[in-house]
């Protein structure tokens, strides 16, 4: 079969394999579309811990597709069934596995690092993720593209669900990448009175506002701390989520948010990173500060429902199709922010 094999950083490339072999408790899937995350260009480009020097690796944890084999104990699964993944597999024994966050476990495994994943024709989920519950079968309503963006969808609802986004919040989203849109039609879902989303790119921004966010801001044009306070008559969001790998924008979100405002660092930062966080505005405004990473497989099947029913429309995310001998170019795009979600079909 045909892969997209990442060798060592700056080398990912195209190549014959073999299909994998599957156990008796393992089911091979025929990929039929995955999506490009920001964590696959930071593995070709750097590496990963989980990721020996000198060992090949299919990288893609967003994927979608179709069963061809089942082992002879899975149950559940069969041959022709439309299936996704969530990607992070829990060790099923740890105190976090225990509550549920598997996103958190400490000994994971996770398509596209420790296991295979999606940019591949093939690909073999093995029999923990079967155990662990991280196999779901995708409803005739959900394609197969849109399916390989539910992934970031999830982690998003994780990321709302910890800042409890609700009726009547004013919520504020710094970027409008593919995140940034995700995080917007879960808070008008939500039931959000005001979504405001900031950006620096206004063609993404009108993405967003495609996507359902009320106001749009340009930060090359308009001072983003001036138009919250405007737009809240100087009362601050309820809730800012950050989706901008920034120090500085994440120093800054405490002063966006009012009394009792609550704030997702949805954007993670490079090692050395160490931003400076107003502790005064924290405490004298009692303001919840927290991060999320990832989702749990509870998290993921939720999402899944939701598109399912219809609540969301991830459509305009998906800007660039491409085919597997073209990933290069894919990444390319997705690295330059020329698109938004680019997928190889």
Not at 170 to 183: M, Q
Not at 254 to 259: D, H, Q
Not at 309 to 330: M, N, Q, S
Request: net charge negative; proline share 5%; charged share 20%.
């Amino acid at each position: 079969m045909k892969a997209a094999v990442f060798r060592e950083p700056g080398v990912i490339e195209v190549a014959e394999v073999p299909v994998p072999a599957i156990g008796p408790g393992d089911v091979l899937v025929r990929v039929r579309a995955a999506s490009i995350c920001g964590t696959d260009l930071r593995i070709v480009k750097h590496g990963h811990f989980r990721i020996p020097a000198g060992t090949p690796r299919v990288l893609g944890h967003e994927w979608s597709g179709e069963v061809v084999e089942a082992g002879a104990e899975v149950q559940g699964f069969a041959p022709g069934d439309r299936v996704s993944a969530a990607p992070n597999v829990g060790c099923g024994r740890c105190a976090l596995c225990a509550k549920g966050l598997n996103q958190l476990c400490p000994d994971y495994e996770a398509f596209g690092i420790t296991m295979d994943g999606g940019f591949a024709e093939f690909l073999r989920v093995p029999a923990i993720a079967l155990e662990r519950g991280n196999l779901f079968h995708l409803p005739d309503s959900v394609g197969f593209e849109v399916a390989a963006v539910i992934e970031p969808l999830s982690c998003c609802l994780h990321g709302q669900r910890k800042v409890e986004v609700g009726e009547g919040d004013t919520v504020l989203i710094i970027g409008a990448g593919p995140i940034g849109c995700f995080h917007t039609v879960l808070a008008k879902r939500a039931g959000a009175r005001q979504v405001i989303v900031a950006n620096s790119r206004q063609p993404r921004l009108e993405i967003a506002g495609r996507m359902g966010a009320d106001v749009l801001v340009n930060v090359t044009e308009t001072d983003l701390a001036a138009e919250v306070d405007r737009l809240t008559g100087g009362e601050g969001a309820d809730v800012v989520i950050t989706c901008v790998s920034k120090a500085e924008v994440i120093s800054a979100a405490t002063g966006l948010a009012g009394r009792l405002g609550r704030i997702n660092v949805f954007s993670g930062l490079g090692d050395g990173a160490r931003p400076p966080i107003d502790v005064n505005s924290l405490h004298y405004r009692e303001q919840t500060l927290t991060g999320t990473t990832g989702s749990s497989v509870t998290d993921y099947g939720d999402a899944i429902d939701i598109v399912a029913g219809g609540g969301v429309d991830l459509t305009p995310v998906i800007t660039g199709r491409f085919a597997l001998d073209d990933i290069a170019l894919a990444m390319e795009q997705s690295r330059t922010g020329a698109g938004m979600k680019s997928v190889i079909v």
